[in-house]
């Protein structure tokens, strides 16, 4: 008996982490097609929790190196069913260099291009508006050398 409810336990655990990484999968395939005509280079897959009221909401972070006079674009998508809507911003120390979101306007975009002035690690820091729980994907990719 034992081994039964040992066997069902890791069957279900196999089977949903294989269903939520192919939602993954799917998710970054329809953002990185919706990015237009460029070459993809790499993807920030983010699950967060609800930010607490009054609080700072949760963010992801990623660092990577960027090579002066190139053009890159980031874009954000939400999966279907999360709370909060994505929020992507590029920084280059704590300067911003791009967002999704312009607060002072509430205007959203899918993505933005950013031409890179300078080789150097800048951050990708990926929110949801209001603190709320969600899952999207952000998208690097490639648009042309300057």
Do not use: W
């Not at 002035?117 to 969600?134: A, C, D, L, M, W």
């Amino acid at each position: 008996m034992k081994n039964i409810l040992k066997y069902i336990f890791l069957s279900l655990i196999f089977f949903t982490s294989e269903i939520i990484a192919q939602d993954n999968v799917e998710l970054v395939a329809q953002c990185a097609a919706s990015a237009g005509n460029v070459t993809y280079l790499k993807d920030f897959i983010v699950k967060l929790d609800a930010g607490i009221p009054g609080g700072k909401p949760p963010s992801a972070k990623f660092s990577m190196v960027l090579s002066k006079n190139t053009q890159y674009r980031f874009s954000i998508c939400t999966a279907p069913d999360s709370e909060g809507e994505a929020i992507l911003q590029l920084f280059d120390m704590n300067v911003l260099q791009g967002s999704t979101y312009i607060s002072s306007t509430g205007k959203e975009f899918p993505f933005f291009d950013f031409k890179c002035q300078k080789t150097g690690v800048y951050h990708v820091f990926i929110s949801f508006k209001e603190g709320k729980p969600g899952e999207s994907v952000g998208i690097l990719s490639f648009v042309k050398k300057l």
